[in-house]
C-alpha cells in the first residue's frame, strides 16, 4: 500500500460537493486506488477515511484531510464501515509500504517481524478494503484464466515488473530502458510490487518513489537509500499517523 501525501486543502473551507475535490486529490495522488494500489483511469471515487454513512461522521463529508481514493471494490468493500485510524493503518499518514508483505502469488499480508499490535492492525486494514480475499478462478469461453479480481491483476503486474527487471539487468547503463520501465510501472500501477522487484536496484526506486504522485512528499522513503523511513513522518501532522 503505497504512502502519500495529500497535503493543505486546495480551498480554505470544505468542499459542498465531495466529488469536486477529485481533480485535486488525482494531481497530488495519481490515477490509483489509495488502497489496491491498482491503476483506475476512470471511476475513481473520493473515499472518505470515516464514512459519510454513519451521522457521527457527517461533519467531514466535505472535509479535504477525510478523503483518499478507491477503487470500486476497494470502496465497496470498505462501505460504511466504522473507521478508527488508530486502529488501522492508513497511506496518507502511516507508511503502508513498510508493513504489507507482497509476494508473486497475488497475496498481501502482513509483514513479518512487526509487533503484535501493528500486525493485528494490518490485518485489520486487509480485511477493511477486502485485500485479504484469495483470487477468483475467472476462464473465458476458451478455459484461458482471465484476471478480473485484484489478486490476479497484483499477479500479472508481478509478471510485468519481473520482466522490467530482467530487461534493465541485461542493459544497466540503458537510461532510456529506465526511463520506459517506469513509465510502463506508472501505466500499470502497484506501486510496491514494482519496489519489491527492484529490491536491490536504488536508482529505479528513486525513479519510482520520485515518478508516482504523493510519494516523495510522505517522506516514508530515504531517497539516498530508497529504505523505508519508519514510523512514517507524518509531515501534515494528521491524528494517529506515524503507528508504522
Given at each position: 500500500m503505497r504512502p502519500v501525501r495529500r497535503g493543505a486543502s486546495p480551498q480554505a473551507h470544505d468542499f459542498g460537493d465531495y466529488a469536486d475535490a477529485k481533480p485535486d486529490l488525482v494531481s497530488r495522488l495519481g490515477s490509483y486506488c489509495s488502497f489496491?494500489?491498482?491503476?483506475i483511469a476512470t471511476n475513481l471515487a473520493v473515499e472518505h477515511i470515516q464514512p459519510k454513512g454513519l451521522s457521527k461522521y457527517a461533519h467531514l463529508e466535505g472535509r479535504w484531510e477525510n478523503f483518499l481514493?478507491?477503487?470500486v471494490n476497494c470502496n465497496s468493500t470498505k462501505g460504511d464501515k466504522d473507521v478508527d485510524p488508530a486502529e488501522v493503518l492508513l497511506p496518507d499518514r502511516d507508511n503502508t509500504f513498510d508493513a504489507f508483505?507482497?509476494?508473486q502469488d497475488g497475496t498481501v499480508s502482513a509483514r513479518s517481524g512487526m509487533s503484535p499490535t501493528v500486525t493485528a492492525m494490518a490485518n485489520q486494514t486487509l480485511k477493511l478494503v477486502g485485500l485479504d480475499k484469495k483470487m477468483s478462478q475467472t476462464r473465458d469461453e476458451n478455459?484461458?484464466?482471465v484476471a478480473l479480481d485484484r489478486a490476479s491483476q497484483r499477479m500479472e503486474a508481478w509478471v510485468a515488473a519481473s520482466d522490467a527487471r530482467f530487461t534493465v539487468t541485461a542493459n544497466p547503463s540503458n537510461q532510456a530502458v529506465r526511463r520506459m520501465v517506469v513509465e510502463l510501472a506508472k501505466a500499470t500501477g502497484f506501486f510496491s510490487i514494482w519496489m519489491v522487484a527492484f529490491e536491490d536496484d536504488p536508482d529505479m526506486r528513486r525513479r519510482l518513489i520520485e515518478t508516482f504522485e504523493g510519494t516523495e512528499p510522505s517522506e516514508c522513503f530515504d531517497l539516498a537509500t530508497t529504505l523505508p523511513v519508519s514510523?512514517?513522518?507524518?509531515?501534515d501532522g494528521l491524528p494517529d499517523g506515524g503507528k508504522v
Amino acid at each position: 500500500m503505497r504512502p502519500v501525501r495529500r497535503g493543505a486543502s486546495p480551498q480554505a473551507h470544505d468542499f459542498g460537493d465531495y466529488a469536486d475535490a477529485k481533480p485535486d486529490l488525482v494531481s497530488r495522488l495519481g490515477s490509483y486506488c489509495s488502497f489496491c494500489e491498482r491503476r483506475i483511469a476512470t471511476n475513481l471515487a473520493v473515499e472518505h477515511i470515516q464514512p459519510k454513512g454513519l451521522s457521527k461522521y457527517a461533519h467531514l463529508e466535505g472535509r479535504w484531510e477525510n478523503f483518499l481514493l478507491a477503487c470500486v471494490n476497494c470502496n465497496s468493500t470498505k462501505g460504511d464501515k466504522d473507521v478508527d485510524p488508530a486502529e488501522v493503518l492508513l497511506p496518507d499518514r502511516d507508511n503502508t509500504f513498510d508493513a504489507f508483505h507482497y509476494p508473486q502469488d497475488g497475496t498481501v499480508s502482513a509483514r513479518s517481524g512487526m509487533s503484535p499490535t501493528v500486525t493485528a492492525m494490518a490485518n485489520q486494514t486487509l480485511k477493511l478494503v477486502g485485500l485479504d480475499k484469495k483470487m477468483s478462478q475467472t476462464r473465458d469461453e476458451n478455459g484461458h484464466m482471465v484476471a478480473l479480481d485484484r489478486a490476479s491483476q497484483r499477479m500479472e503486474a508481478w509478471v510485468a515488473a519481473s520482466d522490467a527487471r530482467f530487461t534493465v539487468t541485461a542493459n544497466p547503463s540503458n537510461q532510456a530502458v529506465r526511463r520506459m520501465v517506469v513509465e510502463l510501472a506508472k501505466a500499470t500501477g502497484f506501486f510496491s510490487i514494482w519496489m519489491v522487484a527492484f529490491e536491490d536496484d536504488p536508482d529505479m526506486r528513486r525513479r519510482l518513489i520520485e515518478t508516482f504522485e504523493g510519494t516523495e512528499p510522505s517522506e516514508c522513503f530515504d531517497l539516498a537509500t530508497t529504505l523505508p523511513v519508519s514510523p512514517a513522518p507524518n509531515p501534515d501532522g494528521l491524528p494517529d499517523g506515524g503507528k508504522v
